[in-house]
């Protein structure tokens, strides 16, 4: 195409994925850098001797519109309709997730709910006018007791820090504020059938062989349309000349030129790759940029149904894992023999803690122990695997906000420069939102209406919020 922008994205997951293929429409390709050997960041599906599992689980709803008909074009086939079932795991007790009134009254007993409902009582009473925190807002919402007994342990287990030092913004998006007060209340009031979560969706779309399956397929397809694809190549040094970006070197010696540059890699690496350096403020914004990494524990029992969840929040101290998904209720491909199950444990950790370092075989153990804790197991352990991910969550600490802005008017001064998906923009979007700030940031190149892909709407309510 004569005149066309030399374009580049690093990171073939969904933001890098979704804005090749938008820009495809507009008879534009170019170059996609992924560092590692496989495409979708955090949404792919790993397989191993046929065993399907999921970094985490990937839920496929949208408000969107437009989403919804990109997962339809990108994917070869058409996505499953799967029930959604989630529970929280927690004094010994499974809560159905959304929390429905007769559970949690039968697992709460009448006299810790009328506790729970007096500590409810005083919030809404003496409400605090400016919570700062996690631990501050969601005590506001729910009382001091529901926050200890719902959230402060499975948190902290998240983050890995302590409630008091996660922003109150990080609450508000994703902690839809209905479920656990109302759902006791109704409980005292004598309606204890009443699903007070109504609004949750109780189904969703899945890939037959995982989101992975999804990505691979719109790699495909950006590559049959001209995009090259450089797979295990990462980009280390950004060159921006006179205000502008110009080139990408990348960790195999090769340097490729640019007009346009769409960069989700970790915001802290891209401050760092840029050349000239950034001040020093930018370096020292991004330096304190922080970030939970994460180790999923895929485990196949000897078992042909252990739970109905697709995955089980496990609110207890006891055990150091935080969610347990069972794959099979994704979608039955993703287990090859349906005698067996493939679990997935979930730690979240830091990289270069004792338990990233943990050997593979200790992890499998590990994993297996904890499912017999909780009487989870289901059977006899007939094989592991583990997969770690660096970078899969940016965490919202105290005074992220401001480091966010400092770096962000730092990159605005960039010509040709676009961040994108969840950590190109440090924020904890879910996929959909991911997928919208690139297909921004695409139409931008295109030359459609100038629009801000920091500008995409993050829900401040629960994201499988029904329309």
């Known amino acids: 195409m004569p005149g066309a922008p030399q374009t580049l994205i690093i990171g073939a997951g969904p933001a890098g994925i979704t804005a090749a293929n938008e820009l495809s429409k507009h008879g534009i390709s170019g170059t996609i850098f992924e560092a590692d050997d496989v495409v979708g960041g955090i949404s792919r599906t790993v ?16 408000k969107s519109a437009e989403v919804n008909e990109i997962w339809a074009e990108l994917l070869t086939e058409p996505m499953l309709l799967r029930p959604r079932l989630s529970r929280i795991f927690y004094g010994n007790h499974f809560y159905d997730y959304p929390l429905k009134a007769g559970n949690a009254l039968r697992n709460l007993g ?3 709910a009328m506790r729970c409902m007096c500590s409810y009582a005083g919030a809404r009473i003496r409400p605090n006018p400016a919570p700062a925190n996690f631990e501050e807002w969601v005590s506001n919402q729910f009382g001091r007791r529901l926050y200890e007994m719902f959230f402060r342990v499975y948190t902290e287990k998240v983050w890995g820090i302590p409630c008091c030092e996660i922003g109150a913004d990080w609450a508000a998006q994703r902690i839809k504020g209905l479920s656990l007060g109302a759902a006791i209340r109704h409980a005292l009031l004598g309606r204890r059938n009443s699903n007070v979560a109504t609004t949750l969706i109780d189904e969703f779309q899945y890939p037959r062989l995982g989101p992975g399956q999804l990505w691979e ?4 397809k950006a590559v049959e349309s001209g995009w090259s694809l450089r797979k295990s190549n990462r980009v280390t040094e950004i060159d921006v000349t006179r205000g502008a970006v110009r080139s990408v070197a990348c960790d195999d010696g090769s340097r490729h030129e640019c007009t346009e540059l769409l960069s989700s890699m970790p915001l802290r690496e891209l401050v760092f790759a840029l050349r000239p350096e950034p001040t020093d403020e930018v370096k020292r914004a991004a330096t304190e ?6 180790i999923t524990v895929a485990l196949v029992v000897d078992a042909a149904d252990v739970f109905p969840d697709n995955w089980i929040y496990i609110h207890s101290s006891e055990v150091t894992m935080g969610r347990v998904q069972n794959f099979k209720n994704w979608s039955p491909a993703m287990v ?8 997935g444990i979930e730690y979240f950790c830091n990289e270069g803690d004792d338990l990233w370092n943990m050997p593979n075989d200790e992890l499998i153990d590990l994993g297996y122990s904890e499912l017999k804790t909780i009487k989870l197991h289901g059977g006899d352990l007939v094989d592991g695997h583990v997969v770690r991910v660096k970078k899969a969550y940016p965490v919202y600490n105290t005074g992220y906000a401001e480091r966010l802005s400092t770096i962000r008017r730092y990159l605005d001064g960039i010509a040709g420069l676009q961040c994108i998906g969840r950590n190109g923009q440090h924020r904890y979007n879910n996929m959909d939102h991911s997928m919208m700030t690139a297909l921004i940031a695409a139409r931008n190149i295109a030359g459609d209406a ?7 709407n993050e829900d401040a309510e629960y994201h499988e919020e029904a329309r």
């Open 47 to 62: 397989e191993r001797e046929g065993y399907r599992f999921d970094i985490g689980g990937h839920r496929f709803f949208s």
């Open 110 to 112: 009448v006299l810790e």
């Open 217 to 220: 397929d719109g790699a495909r």
């Open 289 to 294: 940029l922080a970030y939970r990494d994460f």
């Open 336 to 343: 090859p023999d349906p005698a067996k199950t493939c679990l």
């Open 450 to 456: 100038r629009r801000d892909p920091w500008a995409v």
